[in-house]
C-alpha cells in the first residue's frame, strides 16, 4: 500500500503560539495511526521488532520481581543465539556478580525460630541430631535449587507462575496461604528481635518496645533500596557475618567434644525421645515464603530467559552461589546445636530452655568472660531477626504483587506487607507477655501455622519446574523429579507427624474437635487437588493403589 508519508499533512511549524503547538500534537497521532496502518501482515524483520517491543509493553503493564533499570548487568556474558547451550568456561569474576540472591534466601534457614529449634535439639537430644541437621539441610539446598532454576529459566517468580497456572479460586487460596506462612514466620522474626534488644537492654526495653523499634527495619529497607541491589546485598553480608562471628565465638567458648560433634554428624542415630526435636529440625528447614522469595530474587541479574547459553551459565553460578551460603547457614545452625548440647544435654533445664531463656541459663553455665556470652547471643540472635525480618518483608512484595498482579510502588506495597505483620505481632507481644510458658505456647502454634502451609510452595514449585509448556528445555528431568517428590513428600509427612501429635495433645471439646476434623478434610482436599493438577508419577501411584478415594477424580 503506497500512502503518502504523513509529512505531507503537517502544518508549517512557523505556525505561532498554542494552535502551532495543538497542529504538532495532531500531525503526531496521525503519524502513529499511519504507522499501525501500514503494519503489513507478514512478519517482517522490522514489523517483528515492532511486535516485540509491543509485547514488551505489555508485559511492562504487569508485576515484574525487578524493574530492567534495578537488574545487575553481567559483564561478558555470553552472547549466544536463541538456539546455542554452549557455555563459557567458569569465572571467577561472573561469581561474585551471581553472588547475593542464595545469601538473602538462606537467612531463612537462620531466622530466630530455626535457632530455637537448634537449641531445643542441643538441650535435648545433644550431638545425636546433628545428621538430621545436615541431610535437611541438603533437601532445603534442593527444594532451592529448583526455585532458582525456575525464576532464571522463565524470567518470572513463582507467585507470577501459580497465578496464570491454577483456576482463580485456587490462585487466591494459595496467596492466603502463603500471607499466613509469612505472618506466622515475621511473628516468630520480630519477637526474636525483640527478645535480642531485652537482652542487649538488660531487661529495660520491653518485649513491645523491641517489636516496635524492629518494625522500623520496613524504613530501613525502603531506605536500603533506593540504592540498588549490591548495597542491600552488602548489608545481609555484614549481618550474617555478625552470626556466624557471635556463634563462632560461642562455639569457642563452648568447647564441645569434637568427637562426639563427628559421630552425631555421620551416625544416623534416633530414639523416641528425641522424634519431636528430630520432626522439628526438618520442619525448620523448609520456609514456604523462602521458596517464593528465592524464585523472584534471581531476576535481579539480566539473563535473557530465551538465550539459552545465558541460562544455563546463570543456574550454574546460582547452584554454586546458593551450596556456599546454605554451606554458612549450616555451619552457623551447627554452632548452635552443639554449644546447647554441651552445656545443657542431660540436665534439668534442658526441657525447659527456650528462645526467651537461653541468654539467661547461657550466662549461668559459662559465666562473664572478656565478653559475656549473654551478649554475644544477644547479638547474633539481634542480627538473625532483623535479617530475617527485612527479608520477610522482601518476600511479602514478591507473593501480594505476583499473586494478585498489583502495580504498586515498591514502598507501599512494603507498608501493606510490613503492617500486616507488625499490627498482629505488637498484640501478640501485648497478650503473650505475661510469662515464658504462654511465649512457648505461641511459638508451637506459630510453627503449626508455617508447617501445615509448606505443600503450598512446594507442590506448585515442582508441577510448574517439570512442566516444558513453562520451563521449555530447562525442565528438570524424570530422576530428578523423582528426588524432588521424594523429598516434598518426607517434609510433608514429617510435618504431619507433628500436626498429628500437636492436635492430638491440644485438642479438646467436640466443637473444637469438629473444627479441626472438618478443617483438615478441607485441607487434604486441597493438597490433593494440587497433586492431580500436577499430572506427576505421585499421583498416577496414588491413582492406581487407592481408586476408591481416587477413581472420580480429575486432574
Known sequence: ???????????????????????????????????????????????????????????DDEEAAYESREKILIEDFELDSPTCSTVPPFSFK????????????????????NLEGDLQAG??????????????????????????????????????????????????VLWIMA??????????????????????????????????????????????????VRKLEAVFAVLISTMALSFAWMFADAKPNKTELLIGLLIPKLSSRTIRQAVGVVGCVIMPHNVFLHSALVQSRQVDPKKKGQVQEAINYYSIECTAALLVSFMINLFVTAVFAKGFYGTKQANSIGLVNAGQYLEEKYGGGFFPILYIWGIGLLAAGQSSTITGTYAGQFIMGGFLNLRLKKSLRALITRSCAIIPTIIVALVFNKSESSLDVLNEWLNVLQSVQIPFALIPLLTLVSKEQVMGVFKIGPTLQRAAWTV???????????????????????????????????YV???????????SEIWDWLSRFVPNIFASSGN
Open 1 to 59: 500500500m503506497n500512502s503518502p508519508p504523513p509529512q505531507q499533512h503537517a502544518v508549517p511549524i512557523s505556525t505561532p503560539g498554542l494552535e502551532s503547538q495543538q497542529l504538532q500534537s495532531r500531525e503526531q497521532e496521525d503519524r502513529e495511526e499511519e504507522s499501525h496502518r501500514l503494519l503489513p501482515s507478514s512478519a517482517s524483520p522490522s514489523s517483528e521488532s515492532a511486535l516485540i517491543k509491543s509485547g514488551e509493553n505489555i508485559a
Open 94 to 113: 561472573k561469581l561474585w556478580l551471581f553472588t547475593g540472591p542464595g545469601f538473602l534466601m538462606s537467612i531463612a534457614f537462620l531466622d530466630p525460630g
Open 123 to 172: 538441650a535435648i537430644a545433644g550431638y545425636s541430631l546433628l545428621w538430621l541437621l545436615m541431610w535437611a539441610t541438603a533437601m532445603g539446598l534442593l527444594i532451592q535449587l529448583l526455585s532458582a532454576r525456575i525464576g532464571v529459566a522463565t524470567g518470572r517468580h513463582l507467585a507470577e507462575l501459580c497465578r496464570e497456572e491454577y483456576p482463580f479460586w485456587a490462585g487466591i
Open 179 to 228: 500471607e499466613l506462612a509469612l505472618i506466622g514466620a515475621d511473628i516468630q522474626e520480630v519477637i526474636g528481635s525483640a527478645i535480642a534488644i531485652q537482652i542487649l537492654s538488660r531487661g529495660f526495653l520491653p518485649l513491645w518496645a523491641g517489636v516496635l523499634i524492629t518494625a522500623s527495619d520496613c524504613f530501613v529497607f525502603l531506605l536500603l533500596e533506593n540504592y540498588g
Open 488 to 522: 516434598a513428600a518426607l517434609v510433608i509427612v514429617i510435618n504431619g507427624y507433628l500436626l498429628f501429635h500437636f492436635f492430638l495433645s491440644e485438642v479438646d471439646g467436640f466443637l473444637f474437635g469438629l473444627f479441626v476434623s472438618v478443617w483438615t478434610a478441607a
Open 525 to 535: 482436599a486441597f493438597v490433593m487437588y494440587l497433586i492431580s493438577h500436577s499430572n
